[in-house]
């Protein structure tokens, strides 16, 4: 199956990090997610009910990222992961980014990705 609904560049801020202080001041994450489900009928119904709401998954993804702390962006990633799998049974594959540009880092780069995917 080649049916997916991603969401992209999302960002949040989050109080991620392996350092105290960056879980005390926090930073912005950009994170992607793309979701493998079957969309033939919803295609067909044209109705909200018969596809995944994507303003429930934000809303989800949104409530992890910012009510949620973690030292390890793999754990984030992972987290995510998981609560979406088990919030709408219809997904079987998730692939999530995180996107971390603040990382602690003593050299010049556009940010520190993590990619992970969970299958059902």
């Known amino acids: 199956m080649n049916d997916k609904i991603s969401l992209k560049n999302m960002a949040f801020y989050g109080f991620h990090g392996v350092h105290d202080f960056e879980r ?33 998954i934000y809303s989800k993804i949104k409530e992890i990222v910012e009510k949620t702390n973690f030292k390890l962006l793999e754990a984030l990633s992972d987290k995510i992961a998981q609560e979406i799998l088990a919030f709408c049974p219809d997904i079987s594959e998730i692939l999530v980014r995180v996107r971390k540009p603040g990382a602690v880092i003593n050299g010049f780069f556009d940010y520190v990705e993590i990619e992970i995917t969970r299958k059902r």
């Not at 489900?37 to 919803?42: A, C, E, G, N, V």
């Open 24 to 56: 005390e001041l926090g930073q912005k994450f950009y994170i992607d997610i793309e979701l493998k489900t079957d969309l033939t009928k919803p295609g067909k119904t044209d109705c909200l009910e018969d596809t995944i709401d994507y303003v429930s």
